[in-house]
C-alpha cells in the first residue's frame, strides 16, 4: 500500500505533468500550428491604411461545402462593408473557388477547439499578418444558425451595425452566469484595441470540448467584458422576450399566421417556461418562436435537428405567411443525428 507521502508526491507529479502539456499546447497555439493554410479576404493586406470591419465565421461541414443559408449570411456581411474570413477544418474546392471569386479569406485548420478556437486561430492570425489596431468592429458568428431567408425583415442589420461604446449581441442568458449568447457578437474598436482583449486569445484553453467552449469562451469572455467595465447589450433581452411571450400582442401576432388551435398550443407550451427562474432560460431555445415573431433573424440548428429540450418547433410557422425558411436549403444544412436503420 502506498503511503501519503507517496501519493502526495505522485499528484505533485501529475499536477507539473499537467501544466507542462498545457504549456506546450499554449505556445502551440500561439505559434499558429492548429493553421494549415491562410488567405486573408481579398481586401485586407500587410499593408492596411485604412479602417476597416471584419466576421469571423466558425464553419464546419463534413464534405467541406459552404451551405447555401451560410453563403446568404456571407453576402449579407459583405453588402454591408464587412470583410469575411470563413474558419473551417475542411473546405471544398467549389467552396475555395467561391472564396477567392467573392474576396472572402478563408482559414483551414485542425478542428480544435470549438468555435472559440476557431476565432483564437483567426485573431491571432490579424494579430501577426494584419494590422488589427485598424479593425473598427469584429464580429464572430458561427454555423450553428440557420438564416432567415428574409434577412432584410429582421433585426439583423442592427446587429450589423453594432455599437461604438459596448459589445452587442443578439440574446443574452443568465444560465451559469449571465452572457451574450456567443453565436453572434459585434466587438468594437475599444474592446478590440485592449491589451487584455488580446491577452484573452493569447491564453484561452482552447483544447477542451463544449464544456471548456461554455464556460472560458461564451460565459468567460462576457464576463470579462463586464470586468473591465465594457457594456454588454442584447437586441433581443431575454427579460423582454419573455414579457413579450406573455403579451396580447404575441397571442394576435400567433393569430394573424397560424388557426387558433394552433396559436393556443403555441402559447401554453411557451407559457409553461413560466414558472421558471431566468437562469433556467436559454431563450434562443425555448422562446424561438416569440424570438421570430419580434425581428431575430436565425434559428438555432439544434431546434431543426433534433430538439432535444423539446421547445416548440419554429418550423410549424416558417412556411405560412412569413417565408421565414427556404425549404430547399435545408438538406444540405441540417445534420441529424444517427440513429441506425431498423433490420
Not at 463586464?226 to 447589450?233: M, Q
Amino acid at each position: 500500500m502506498l503511503n501519503k507521502k507517496t501519493i502526495k508526491l505522485q499528484l505533485q507529479n501529475a499536477r507539473l505533468y499537467l501544466s507542462i502539456k498545457q504549456t506546450w499546447k499554449l505556445n502551440n497555439i500561439r505559434r499558429l500550428a492548429r493553421v494549415k493554410k491562410l488567405e486573408p479576404p481579398m481586401n485586407l493586406t500587410d499593408k492596411i491604411t485604412s479602417d476597416y470591419k471584419i466576421a469571423f465565421i466558425s464553419h464546419y461541414n463534413i464534405h467541406g461545402i459552404i451551405q447555401q443559408c451560410i453563403l446568404r449570411l456571407i453576402c449579407s456581411l459583405k453588402e454591408s462593408q464587412y470583410e469575411v474570413l470563413i474558419i473551417s477544418g475542411l473546405l471544398s474546392e467549389e467552396a475555395i473557388e467561391w472564396c477567392i471569386n467573392e474576396g472572402v479569406g478563408y482559414m483551414i485548420r485542425k478542428n480544435q477547439g470549438r468555435d472559440f478556437g476557431a476565432f483564437q486561430d483567426a485573431w491571432l492570425s490579424l494579430s501577426q499578418k494584419l494590422i488589427s489596431n485598424r479593425c473598427t468592429n469584429l464580429i464572430l458568428l458561427n454555423d450553428s444558425v440557420y438564416p432567415l431567408a428574409n434577412l432584410v425583415e429582421t433585426t439583423w442589420n442592427n446587429f450589423l451595425q453594432g455599437k461604438s461604446d459596448g459589445v452587442l449581441g443578439l440574446t443574452d442568458s443568465y444560465q451559469n452566469g449571465y452572457h451574450l449568447q456567443s453565436y453572434a457578437l459585434n466587438i468594437p474598436r475599444i474592446v478590440l484595441n485592449k491589451e487584455w482583449w488580446n491577452n484573452y486569445w493569447l491564453n484561452y484553453p482552447s483544447w477542451g470540448g463544449t464544456a471548456m467552449a461554455i464556460k472560458y469562451g461564451e460565459i468567460g469572455l462576457s464576463q470579462l467584458i463586464i470586468k473591465n467595465k465594457v457594456k454588454l447589450t442584447a437586441i433581443h433581452s431575454i427579460v423582454d422576450v419573455r414579457s413579450y411571450s406573455a403579451s396580447e400582442e404575441f397571442y394576435h401576432n400567433l393569430r394573424d399566421i397560424c388557426s387558433e388551435h394552433a396559436s393556443e398550443l403555441i402559447l401554453n407550451t411557451i407559457l409553461q417556461t413560466m414558472n421558471l427562474s431566468v437562469s433556467k432560460i436559454s431563450p434562443a431555445h425555448q422562446l424561438a418562436i416569440p424570438l421570430l415573431m419580434m425581428g431575430f433573424p436565425f434559428i438555432k440548428r439544434d431546434l431543426l435537428e433534433a430538439n432535444e429540450s423539446l421547445c416548440s418547433d419554429p418550423l410549424l410557422l416558417v412556411t405560412l405567411k412569413t417565408k421565414w425558411v427556404n425549404s430547399s436549403e435545408l438538406p444540405e444544412y441540417l445534420k441529424p443525428k444517427p440513429i441506425g436503420y431498423k433490420n
